[in-house]
C-alpha cells in the first residue's frame, strides 16, 4: 500500500475493512435481538417435499460465540499485522523481512555446499557434477528468463554458448557480467554517416565483412563511411570487448540480420541491458553460475 502515491487506497482499505466487520457484528446482534414469532407447533411455516418442516428454535450460544470471535479476531489481526493500508500492524511483520528472513537461512544452509567451490578456479568448478547441478539451477532461476533454458537466447538476447562475446569471454570478464551488468547503448548514427542512401551503403558494407549476402556496388560506396562506425566497432568490424561493441565480420546477428535491419539499428540506434545480480546472489552463487556459463562455451576445455 505504500507504493500508492496517493492516500486514497489507503483509506480506501482502512475504512472498508472496519466497516465490514462493524456490519457482521451489526448483523449479528440484530439476529439475536428477537426470535421470529412461528407457529403453535414451533415450526416456522416453511414445508419441503411435503413434510419437511423447518423448527423455529435459537441459534445455539456455542455457534453464536463462534461467529463473536471470528470479529474479535479479525480486529486483533489487524491490530497486529499490516491490513490496514497504510498501518504496519504492532509487530512490525511484512512480507519482505519474511523474505529475507528465509534467503539468509538458506543462505546458511548452502553455506557450506558452496565453500567446497569458493576456493578453485572456475575452470575446476565447470567439471564438477554437483557444482555444474547447482549451476543449472542458479541458470534457469535467474538467466533463462532472457537467454533461454537452453542458454541460446533469441532476438536481442545474447546466445551463451558460442564463442561471441561483446564483454570478453573469461571466467573473470562473465563473472563481472553477472556482478555488475551490463548496458549496451549504440547511439543513432544516420546523421553522423550522411544520407539515407549512405546509410544502405554501410549496411551493405557491414554484410560484406561476414561474407553475407550483399550488393558489392553499395559496398564499396559504404566502406569509406564506415569510419564512423570503426571508432567503436574497430577497423574491419572486429569489436571491441572494451565498449561490448560486436564483432560485425562474423555471421552472429544479435538483433536482426539483413540489410533493413542493419539500418533500423544505425538510423534508431539501440540501447540493451542486463541487470546487475549483486545483491540478488550471493558472491558464492555468482562463482559458481560464472563457472557454468563459462562451461557452456567451453566445453571442450572444461572436460580437460
Aim: proline share 5%.
Amino acid at each position: 500500500m505504500s507504493d500508492f502515491i496517493s492516500d486514497f487506497w489507503s483509506h480506501y482499505v482502512t475504512y472498508l475493512s472496519l466497516l465490514s466487520i462493524a456490519a457482521c457484528g451489526l448483523l449479528l446482534w440484530l439476529t439475536a435481538r428477537g426470535r421470529t414469532a412461528g407457529a403453535a407447533d414451533n415450526t416456522t411455516g416453511h414445508v419441503w417435499d411435503e413434510d419437511l418442516r423447518e423448527m423455529n428454535n435459537p441459534m445455539p450460544r456455542w455457534w453464536m460465540g463462534l461467529f463473536v470471535l471470528t470479529i474479535v479476531f479479525a480486529l486483533a489481526y489487524l491490530v497486529a499485522y499490516p491490513g490496514l493500508g497504510k498501518y504496519p500492524g504492532e509487530l512490525g511483520w511484512s512480507t519482505e523481512a519474511e523474505y529475507a528472513k528465509e534467503v539468509a537461512k538458506a543462505d546458511r544452509e548452502l553455506a557450506p555446499v558452496y565453500a567446497a567451490f569458493t576456493a578453485l578456479p572456475a575452470e575446476k568448478v565447470a567439471v564438477d557434477p554437483q557444482a555444474m547441478a547447482i549451476g543449472e539451477r542458479l541458470f534457469l532461476n535467474n538467466c533463462a528468463q532472457c537467454h533461454g533454458s537452453d542458454a541460446r537466447g533469441s532476438k536481442g538476447f545474447p546466445n551463451l554458448t558460442d564463442g561471441d562475446w561483446l564483454y570478453g569471454g573469461s571466467p573473470d570478464k562473465i563473472r563481472e557480467s553477472i556482478h555488475l551488468g551490463r548496458t549496451g547503448v549504440m547511439p543513432p548514427m544516420a546523421a553522423a554517416v550522411g544520407t539515407p542512401e549512405d546509410v544502405k551503403n554501410i549496411a551493405n558494407y557491414v554484410l560484406s565483412l561476414s561474407g553475407s549476402p550483399h550488393d558489392s556496388l553499395r559496398a564499396g560506396l559504404g566502406k569509406a563511411k564506415f569510419n564512423a562506425c570503426a571508432a567503436c566497432h574497430g577497423v574491419g568490424g572486429v569489436g571491441n570487448t572494451a565498449l561490448g561493441a560486436p564483432r560485425l565480420n562474423d555471421k552472429v546477428w544479435l538483433h536482426g540480420y539483413g540489410q533493413e535491419a542493419i539500418m533500423a539499428i544505425i538510423n534508431s540506434g539501440k540501447t540493451s541491458a542486463m541487470p546487475a545480480q549483486q545483491g540478488r546472489l550471493t558472491e558464492a552463487q555468482i562463482h559458481v553460475l560464472a563457472a557454468y556459463v563459462w562451461g557452456l562455451s567451453n566445453k571442450q576445455a572444461a572436460a580437460h
